[in-house]
C-alpha cells in the first residue's frame, strides 16, 4: 500500500518503520514540525530505500495513497480530518486514527471509508518498539476497509483484535487501573520510603514479582497482604501512619480486596 | 553456627537451606505439622551432608544452638516465645524471628539477645527462592547480636539495612502500596476486560513495562494517563463506567496523580 502518516511524534516514530519493514510504501510524513518530519522521512528512506516526503502542509498531502495513518493526539483529530477531507475527499480513500479514546464516528463525519487502527502500548519517540507482541485493535466502518485494516494489522502484530469503541473503553479504563493507578502505587510507596531514609531498590524485586505471576495467575487468586488476611490490626496501624489522600486510596482499595476475598481465604 | 529453625513454612522452606548452604549447621526444624519438618530436614541432610533433626515439639528444642530462629506467622511469634524461653533460657542465645510487623520488643520481653532478621519478598514452600537479590533488614537489641546477624545476613544476601522497628513498619505500608494494592489494579483491570469480552494478555505487554520502567525513573516523572494530562473529560468517562467502590478508588488515586503534577507537565 501507499501510505501517508500525519503526525510524526511518538507512536508515529514506532509505526512509520513498522509499515515500511512490511514492505508499504511510505509517501509523504506529515508534521506541524518539519524537522520531527522530515528526520523520520530520512529514516525510512536510508533504511528501506524509500523515497519518503517530509511535509509540513496538510495541504500538500497526495490525494494518490490508499491510507491516510492520523498518528496524532486525540484533541487535533477532528481538525485533521476537516483538512485532510478538502484534500482528498470523502468518499474514495481509508482514513484511520491511532487512538483508544476517539470513537469511529469521528471520523465516519468526513470519511465514508474509515478505520481506527489502535496499538496497545506507550510509546515514546527516543525508544522505537517492535509491533510483534503489542496487542493491535481494529475498528471499521465497512467490511472492506476492516478486511484492509486487519491485513495491516496482522503484518504488523501477532495479536490483533476487531473492536468495537464500547469495548476501547473498557481497554483504556483496564489500561488506566493496570498501568496509570500501578505506576501511582509505586510513586506513593517510594514516598513511604522517603520518610523512611530506604531506597526504592528494596521494594524492585517485589514489583518484579507481583508483575510476572499476574502473567500465569489470576489476580484475585494471587493476592495476598493485610487486606485479603483480614488483618484489621494491620490496617488500622497503617491508616494511622498516612495522610488523608493516601488513607482514602488505602480504604478503598482494601474494602475492593476484601470485597473479593471469599470467606474461606481468611 | 548451630541454628534451630522453629517452622517449616513459606519462608523456612527457603530460609533453612540458604542457611546450610552458607555453611552453617541445622541442628533441629520444628514444625506443629510434623511432617512439613521432617521434608525440610530430609532436604537439607541429603542436600549438605548434615544430619538436621524434625521434631514436632518445641520443649525438644535443644539449649546448645548459637541462633534461635522463629519464622512462624505473627500472631504466634509470642507464644512460641514464651515455650522456647522455658527450654533455653533468656541470657544466653540469640533469638530471632523473621517478621516485618512485629516489634523487636515482642522478643525483648523474654530474650536477652534478640533481633528481627526480615526478608523482603514473598515466600511460597513450592517455590524456595535465593536471597541473593532480596533485601534482608536486621534489627538487633545489642551490638553483639546485631553484628552476628549482620554477618549471617550478608552471607545470604547482597542487599542487607539495618533497621528499626519504626522503618520496617513504614517499609511495610511502601510493600502493601507497591504489591498488594497493585495486585488489586491488576485485578480490577482484568474485571474491565472481562466485562468487553476482552482477554487479560492484552494488558501484559503494558503491566511489563511499567514495572520495568521504574527500575531507573522516579515514578511520580514516569506517570502517564488522564490524570497527569488533566483529560477531566476521559476521566468523567471513566467514572460514569465503574461501579461504586472502583469509582473511589478512581477518584483517590486520580486525585493522587493530579496533586504530584506540576502544573508545567499538564
Do not use: W
Not at 518530519?37 to 530505500?49: C, G, I, K, P, R
Not at 474514495?92 to 479514546?101: L, Y
Request: hydrophobic content about 40%; overall charge negative; aromatic content about 6%.
Amino acid at each position: 500500500m501507499q501510505i501517508v502518516v500525519i503526525g510524526a511524534g511518538n507512536l508515529a516514530t514506532s509505526l512509520v518503520p513498522a509499515f515500511a519493514r512490511c514492505g508499504h510504501q511510505i509517501t509523504q510524513v506529515v508534521s506541524r514540525t518539519l524537522p520531527s518530519a522530515e528526520q523520520l522521512a530520512l529514516f525510512v528512506s536510508q533504511n528501506y530505500s524509500q523515497r519518503v516526503e517530509a511535509l509540513a502542509n496538510i495541504a500538500k498531502v497526495t490525494a494518490d495513497a490508499d491510507l491516510y495513518v492520523l498518528a496524532v493526539v486525540d484533541d487535533v483529530i477532528p481538525l485533521v480530518a476537516a483538512e485532510l477531507v478538502k484534500v482528498i475527499g470523502s468518499g474514495k480513500h481509508i482514513v484511520c486514527h491511532t487512538s483508544g479514546s476517539v470513537p469511529l464516528g469521528t471520523l465516519l463525519a468526513y470519511f465514508e471509508h474509515s478505520a481506527v487502527f489502535y496499538p496497545f502500548q506507550t510509546f515514546k519517540k527516543t525508544e522505537p518498539l517492535l509491533f510483534d507482541d503489542i496487542p493491535l485493535f481494529v475498528e471499521a466502518t465497512d467490511d472492506t476497509t476492516r478486511t484492509t485494516m486487519l491485513a495491516l494489522a496482522r503484518q504488523l502484530s501477532d495479536e490483533v483484535y476487531v473492536s468495537t469503541s464500547e469495548q476501547l473503553k473498557r481497554l483504556h479504563i483496564a489500561g488506566v487501573f493496570a498501568n496509570n493507578f500501578t505506576n501511582c502505587m509505586y510513586a506513593i510507596a517510594r514516598e513511604q520510603l522517603d520518610r523512611a531514609g530506604l531506597p526504592f531498590s528494596v521494594l524492585l524485586p517485589l514489583i518484579g514479582k507481583t508483575a510476572t505471576k499476574v502473567k500465569t495467575i489470576n489476580p484475585r487468586d494471587a493476592q495476598t497482604g493485610p487486606a485479603s488476611r483480614g488483618d484489621t490490626q494491620t490496617i488500622n496501624q497503617h491508616l494511622r501512619l498516612l495522610g488523608e489522600n493516601e488513607r482514602q486510596i488505602y480504604e478503598a482499595v482494601t474494602q475492593n480486596i476484601i470485597k473479593h476475598t471469599s470467606s474461606d481465604e481468611i
